[in-house]
């Protein structure tokens, strides 16, 4: 796991299928996969680039490298819009009236892909993304579907989960 300059080694074990032979790795919670920097990392060092406007500044607050964050940024920012919409799909599904108020900050955000600034466009909608995946957790829990608490600081981990779910991947 790595952390700015602070490095710790995180033990993963590995499994394999008696069956097939393929080999798995239980990694903690908190560590996405194939990456040695956290969830909250990556929720934060996004966030602040929407508040910072630049990535280069958002990554040395962070003591990471600018193109890990934009690495960040752009998968986030090539998957919004079909992940806003799934998960608006589960929140209405829910029947949750917090979709509708929802709704209507989505739609003063643009999603149009034209133009060169598309992905800045994309990357401003990250705050409402994790609003949503917060909202749709919250509901879940409420319903009594197992997924724990709902916690801010795990929001992009949930928000991962929903990507995979949708069949897209940040």
């Not at 060169?116 to 609003?131: H, K, M, Q, Y």
Request: net charge positive; glycine share 6%.
């Amino acid at each position: 796991m790595a952390v700015g300059s602070w490095c710790e080694l995180v033990p993963v074990l590995y499994l394999r299928c008696p069956v097939c032979g393929s080999v798995r790795g239980l990694r903690p919670q908190f560590l996405p996969p194939r990456s040695p920097h956290p969830w909250i990392l990556r929720q934060e060092a996004i966030l602040a680039y929407c508040r910072l406007g630049s990535y280069r500044r958002a990554a040395a607050a962070f003591e990471i490298n600018w193109q890990t964050l934009w690495r960040w940024a752009d998968r986030l920012a090539r998957a919004a819009e079909k992940l806003e919409r799934f998960l608006f799909e589960q929140l209405l599904a829910c029947n949750v009236t917090r979709a509708a108020a929802l709704a209507q900050e989505a739609g003063r955000l643009n999603h149009a892909r034209a133009g060169p600034r598309w992905r800045a466009r994309a990357i401003l909608r990250a705050p409402l993304l994790l609003e949503l995946a917060l909202a749709l957790w919250q509901e879940g829990s409420r319903l009594g579907l197992g997924w724990g608490k709902p916690r801010r600081y795990d929001a992009m981990r949930f928000l991962a989960a929903c990507a995979r779910e949708a069949g897209l991947r940040l």
